[in-house]
Structures are given as structure tokens and as C-alpha cells.
Nanobody, 122 residues
Framework: QVQLVESGGGLVQAGGSLRLSCAASGRTFSSYYMGWFRQAPGKEREFVAAISWSGTSTHYTDSVKGRFTVSRDNAKNTMYLQMNSLKPEDTAVYFC???????????????WGQGTQVTVSS
């Protein structure tokens, strides 16, 4: 089982960019479908993006399509989330998660990072 650590969050103005990283320990990273979720204060954790084991398939929630890009480097055991054209409504704690297959439901994932805060000011 892998362990996940996110980094790259911070404070950015609307229209700006951030790149989040999710570093995985262990040698089985490539056997996991990886996902990004976010949780804003008072709201439920929501799906943002996911990427297949080899990185050939990606999936996004509608609100981030065209602005966010998920990628992974299995040689480095790392997944990324490039976030462009950020909006105040993107403000949340962002989590990475691992599962054996594609699922958009947070409850299906049993491996989570600790989260990284992203704050977008208007």
C-alpha cells in the first residue's frame, strides 16, 4: 500500500496558476488509479480529476475542464495537478487519493494524503 503526501498549495490571485504534487511512497504506485479531490469549508469532499495507471486516460469534473490538467510520472512516483485560470471558488483543501480502478466517489478511496490548502483571492 502506498502513502501519499501533497504539496504545492498556497495563496494566489484569481487568474493565477498553481501546480500541486502528490508524492507516493512504495513501489506499487503504477498499480493505482489516482484522483484529486477538494473540500471547501462546510462542503463535502468533491471529485476534481483522475488519471489512469499509465496516464493515458484522464477525467475531470465539469467546473475545471479546460483549466486543470492532471498528469503522473510513474518513474518518480508522483502525480500532478496543474491549475490555471484559478477562481475564488477553487479555494479548498486539495487531497490526492489512490484506488485500484476509476471511481468518482470519495468513499471508494481508502488511501489519502493529508491535503494541501489552495486559496484564491479575488
Amino acid at each position: 500500500q502506498v502513502q501519499l503526501v501533497e504539496s504545492g498549495g498556497g495563496l494566489v490571485q484569481a487568474g493565477g496558476s498553481l501546480r500541486l504534487s502528490c508524492a507516493a511512497s512504495g513501489r506499487t504506485f503504477s498499480s493505482y488509479y489516482m484522483g484529486w479531490f477538494r473540500q471547501a469549508p462546510g462542503k463535502e469532499r468533491e471529485f476534481v480529476a483522475a488519471i489512469s495507471w499509465s496516464g493515458t486516460s484522464t477525467h475531470y469534473t465539469d467546473s475545471v475542464k479546460g483549466r486543470f490538467t492532471v498528469s503522473r510520472d510513474n518513474a518518480k512516483n508522483t502525480m500532478y495537478l496543474q491549475m490555471n485560470s484559478l477562481k475564488p471558488e477553487d479555494t479548498a483543501v486539495y487531497f490526492c487519493a489512490a484506488h485500484y480502478g476509476l471511481t468518482y466517489a470519495a468513499n471508494d478511496y481508502n488511501i489519502w494524503g493529508q491535503g494541501t490548502q489552495v486559496t484564491v483571492s479575488s
